[in-house]
Each structure stands twice: as structure tokens, then as C-alpha cells.
């Protein structure tokens, strides 16, 4: 097959059919190969629990040496931005997954693929309380700088760092129009006016210094924590997928976070994310200067607007009507 020749499978027909070559690929370290797919998980990746052996290996991480095989997860396909972080911040005392094996190619496919610490229990999603947002933000600081320490900003960051939020509106808008969700009415009304103040809002938000690797999709399904006893490493909250990293404002990560659970405000109660995130920066000697809270609530508008445009996935009433509060009080405020 072609170096450049792409699967047509789906991902868990393609991870089984490749389980034997990527076994090869390991030097025969994997066994008990088990794949699933978690609730929490979005993308078309595969997943699978295996047992590997370290039979010989003597990573940097595990000065004291490590017991006979490691309990794994496989992921695959791996796109080129998740797979550069993984691989990069395994290799220092990062919050985020060990990586024991990983290759850019499989059978003759350019397909990239990770061998990973696999974390018992469940992620942080399963029983948030306040000490999880803690955890979370802890966690995302700590990706921040070791993500800015080993992999240079590019060039053209500004330009990556931004999705096009004409486009978005516009979508938004539309969308509205064809579903009829609740309170149709005053989305419209909200997301016109907010088009109207778009050229002040992008003129001010895109000033932002854009200094740091964000994380991306910063939720409670993407942190596990590492038990005390772990051959892995230290404790803590372990921070998962590495997909959506790109550059931006380092309180982008606190807004996302907040805009995933407005649907279930009840779990944000008594928790300031954007404040939590600024408080773990600065324990780890990261800037939080400038007025970054006129920033994000540029930033909460922009993200409560777009919203109808992801009614497959950011569709749920609450959920609605909360982004639509938040873009009814912010926008006056910040479109004056």
C-alpha cells in the first residue's frame, strides 16, 4: 500500500484488522488487546485496554524500574497535533499521559498511533465537586507550560488561533431560524445585534497577546487522576486529548470549561474557572496580566452567539437558554 494511502474502514473495523501489525510494531509487548469506546469520547478515534510488557524498557520517567508489564490504552488513528504533544510532554514530568510506544505509520498507512498509561477509575466528569475545578485548572496550567516550553509558537499564531466568527454568526443565525429552538425569537434578535457590534468585538479580542499553547476541549471527561502508587509517575490530575490544542489567550481553556456546563449550572456553583486557572498560573511563576476579564467576556459572547450553530451537540434546553442569558447581560457590556 502507499505511503500516503488513507483507510476507508471505520475505526474500530480498521483497529481490529491492524491489531496484529501494530502487536509487530510493539516488538510483541501488547497482549489482551480489548477495544471500546467511552461515553465521553467525540472524535472517530479507536480505543482499546491492552497489557504491556516492559520487558528491557528502561524509560526516563521510571528511574526505580517498572514491574513486569503496565496496563495500556491504545489509540488510533492519531491526528499530527495530538500526536507531537502526546509524544513531546510524556517525556517530562507533564501532567499528561506516559507514552510507551507510538509510531507515525502502520501497515503501510500513514496513520499515527500512541501506546498510553492507562489511568484506573473514571474521569472527573463522573463526580464533579468543586475540588475537581481545582484539579482541572491545576492540570491545564500545568499544560501550558510545558506545551509552551517544548513546542515554539508558529509564525502565523494569530491567524491559527481563531475560528471565523462571521461564519459562525452567520451559521448561528441561520440555524435559528430553521429549528426553532426555544426562545427563537430573542436568539435572533441577540445574535443580529451581536453582529452588528462584531467588527468592535474582533477589533478588541484579536489584540489579545496569544503567548501560550491552549489545551482546547478542557472538561471533565478529558481528566483522570494518577493514584499515589502509580509506577507512572507523581499523583494528580492527568490531563487527556491533545486534538484541539492551538494557540490563543490562556483563559481561553477557563471559558470553555464554563461553557460546557451551561447546561448544569448547579455544578459551576461557588467556582470562578477563569479565576481558578489565573491562581494555578501564577503558582507555577505564568503571567496573568492585563484586564483578561473584559477579554473573556468578549469571549463568552462570541462562544453563547455560536452556539445554535452546534445544535447536533451544544443543543439541549438548558443549555440554551443559559448561553443566551450570558449573551443578553455580557453583550451590552462589552459592545459599548
Given at each position: ?74 489509540k488510533l488513528p492519531v491526528g499530527p497535533v495530538e500526536y507531537r504533544f502526546a509524544v513531546a510532554l510524556s517525556e517530562i ?244
Open positions: 500500500m502507499p505511503g500516503n494511502a488513507q483507510p476507508s474502514q471505520s475505526p474500530g473495523a480498521l483497529a481490529s484488522m491492524l491489531a496484529p501489525t501494530l502487536v509487530e510494531a510493539c516488538g510483541g509487548r501488547l497482549s489482551d488487546i480489548s477495544w471500546f469506546r467511552a461515553d465521553w469520547q467525540r472524535g472517530g478515534a479507536a480505543t482499546g485496554y491492552c497489557s504491556f510488557s516492559t520487558a528491557g524498557l528502561a524509560p526516563s520517567w521510571a528511574p526505580v524500574g517498572l514491574p513486569a508489564a503496565l496496563p495500556a490504552v491504545i514530568d507533564a501532567p499528561t499521559p506516559r507514552v510507551l510506544a507510538h509510531g507515525a505509520e502502520l501497515g503501510g498507512y500513514d496513520l499515527a498511533w500512541l501506546i498510553m498509561e492507562r489511568l484506573p477509575g473514571e474521569p472527573l466528569s463522573s463526580t464533579l465537586h468543586k475540588e475537581c475545578f481545582t484539579d482541572m485548572a491545576e492540570a491545564c496550567a500545568g499544560f501550558q507550560k510545558h506545551a509552551r516550553d517544548l513546542v515554539p509558537l508558529p509564525p502565523d499564531a494569530a491567524e491559527r488561533a481563531d475560528p471565523d466568527w462571521a461564519a459562525l454568526l452567520d451559521r448561528a443565525r441561520a440555524a435559528v431560524k430553521d429549528s426553532h429552538i426555544p426562545e427563537h425569537s430573542k436568539w435572533n434578535d441577540a445574535i443580529k445585534h451581536t453582529q452588528k457590534a462584531l467588527p468592535r468585538l474582533l477589533a478588541a479580542w484579536r489584540a489579545r497577546p496569544i503567548a501560550c499553547w491552549r489545551h482546547g476541549d478542557l472538561h471533565g471527561g478529558n481528566c483522570m487522576r494518577r493514584p499515589p502508587d502509580s509506577p507512572f509517575g507523581p499523583p494528580g490530575c492527568i490531563l487527556l486529548d491533545f486534538a484541539e490544542v492551538q494557540p490563543g489567550h490562556w483563559a481561553e481553556d477557563a471559558v470553555y470549561l464554563e461553557r460546557m456546563h451551561w447546561g448544569r449550572l448547579h455544578a459551576l456553583e461557588g467556582v470562578k474557572p477563569v479565576s481558578l486557572l489565573a491562581k494555578a498560573r501564577r503558582a507555577l511563576g505564568l503571567e496573568t496580566d492585563g484586564d483578561y476579564g473584559a477579554l473573556m467576556n468578549i469571549r463568552r459572547v462570541l462562544s453563547a452567539a455560536s452556539i445554535p450553530a452546534f445544535l447536533d451537540r451544544e443543543g439541549n434546553k438548558a443549555h440554551l437558554h443559559t448561553a443566551l442569558e450570558t449573551l443578553e447581560r455580557l453583550l451590552p457590556v462589552v459592545a459599548k
